[in-house]
């Protein structure tokens, strides 16, 4: 135990280092000077300080209280030749560890330094104790700092996932409503835009407010925080009604009397064309700080997502717009047939229907069977329109057309089964056909379909080489 006396008396210094010399497991340090072993003290590792009250240089329970701003554990003993009640209390409540009164024995010096090693025994095992619980508090918030940054990661990767798998613009604005429900725990949300024609807010989609599908409803905005929301496109939130809520006739013709509310703003092209509105959170609680920050990375990621969509949109249907404009001018050469492409779709459209085609397989079928023949583009005018028989060359170059239209559309994304209407709408049952020679369940379902839409009209139509069979 290293232990330091600090008394400007040197009989008090000797007497101690007497009594411990014989003694294994002590080491004293005399400091007549407070100053000098103050500095010492603060400087080294100490296990015990003895200090005399009363010392020219600087008075003891100053020194005590500078010893206890800096080193708050190390044991002091403060000693006095003129001990009294008031000192003993003040020495004490300064951060005293005990007291002994001048001249005093070895045998008291002994007890104090037993009593000191059995409360610095306990002190170690509560500084211990103190830093285990203060680890597993630190291991606890972390713990609870990493899942919920976990959480919102997860959150995050939903919202960007499910939005990601989705292709049309209602399915989107849907998907918003149902993920904001989702991660706000709200019963009730509308996700509306404003039309410039009606000049009103029109529901796109909605969740919980009215008993069936409310889509394309028109609700007043002017005067109201939806149409505040509008125009400044600042987000509302309520926590209280505070009267607003309950007389805003957009929250009104809602049924949403109930804070907390929220009227978000929608941004598409940077033009302020929306707002998400929602209430009735789950036990009347309060939106919080996470809450909020996953609806605006919902709003945005969702308003991309919209612009996306409708810019692909736009540019496939400018693209088709393309090719069906070059389809109707092929087509317009020959008399023989025009129209023909159209009215293949509207035969493989009804042919779909009777065969109970999934939405995907009818809308497939919609835009691609207008382009089946778009590979006649590569064909020579004198070799589409001879009339008569053709010969094997000319046959197997008539051929060619299924090749050349999937190379033209190869840059348009289209999927397996859209490529083969392209490809394979001459392939026949028996084998026979061109390009592939499939038969049977090997042509492709979408193909079959407009290969007996195509051969329907071919045999129901003039031809140059033949007149149109009775029906």
């Known amino acids: 135990m290293h232990i330091i006396v600090i008394d400007d008396d040197p009989y008090i210094g000797e007497f101690i ?12 340090e005399r400091f007549p000077n407070p100053l000098v072993g103050l500095d010492y003290v603060l400087e080294n590792d100490i296990n015990c300080i003895f200090l005399d009250i009363h010392m020219p240089e600087r008075d003891g329970l100053e020194t005590l209280a500078r010893l206890r701003e800096k080193k708050p554990y190390v044991p002091v003993v403060m000693m006095t030749g003129n001990p009294s009640l008031r000192l003993s209390i003040e020495a004490l409540r300064n951060g005293a560890t005990d007291f ?12 104090c330094l037993e009593k000191i090693k059995r409360q610095t025994k ?3 095992e509560k500084i211990i104790l103190e830093a285990k619980l203060k680890a597993k508090e630190d291991i606890d918030r972390l713990n609870r700092e990493l899942t919920a940054r976990t959480e919102l990661q997860s959150a995050l990767f939903t919202i960007s996932q499910e939005l990601d798998d989705l292709k049309n613009e209602s399915e989107i604005q849907a998907k918003i409503v149902e993920l904001a429900c989702r991660i706000l725990k709200v019963k009730k949300a509308a996700f509306l835009f404003y039309n410039k024609d009606v000049d009103g807010m029109v529901v796109v989609a909605s969740r919980g407010i009215y008993q069936g599908n409310y889509r394309g409803l028109v609700l007043p905005y002017q005067d109201s925080i939806v149409g505040r929301v509008l125009k400044t496109g600042c987000p509302y939130i309520a926590s209280s009604l505070n009267g607003s809520p309950r007389l805003d006739p957009f929250f009104s013709t809602w049924g949403l009397n109930n804070p907390p509310l929220i009227c978000y703003p929608v941004v598409l092209a940077q033009r302020n064309c929306g707002v998400l509105a929602l209430g009735e959170k789950d036990n009347n609680g309060l939106f919080s700080g996470k809450e909020l920050s996953l609806l605006e990375f919902l709003v945005q990621k969702g308003s991309l997502r919209l612009e996306n969509v409708t810019l692909y949109e736009n540019l496939t249907r400018n693209f088709y717009g393309t090719l069906q404009s070059l389809v109707t001018a092929l087509e317009a050469k020959d008399v023989y047939t025009k129209w023909h492409s159209q009215r293949v779709t509207e035969y493989a459209l009804m042919i779909a229907k009777v065969l109970g085609c999934t939405e995907e397989e009818t809308q497939s079928i919609r835009t691609i069977t207008f382009l089946h023949d778009i590979g006649k583009l590569g064909i020579q005018d004198s070799l589409l329109n001879k009339p008569g028989n053709l010969t094997e060359n000319e046959y197997h170059t008539i051929q060619m057309h299924t090749r050349i239209g999937v190379k033209i559309v190869e840059n348009l994304n289209l999927n397996e089964e859209e490529v083969a209407i392209i490809r394979n709408h001459h392939e026949c049952w028996d084998g026979s056909g061109y390009p592939d020679g499939l038969g049977e369940e090997d042509i492709p379902f979408l193909a079959r379909i407009v290969s007996v839409a195509d051969s329907f009209d071919a045999m129901t139509s003039n031809r140059s080489y033949r007149k149109a069979l009775n029906t």
């Open 17 to 28: 280092s007497e009594c411990l010399e014989n003694i294994s497991g002590y080491v004293v």
């Open 122 to 124: 306990v002190l170690d």
């Open 100 to 111: 002994l009164t001048k001249p005093f024995t070895q045998d008291q010096l002994l007890l």
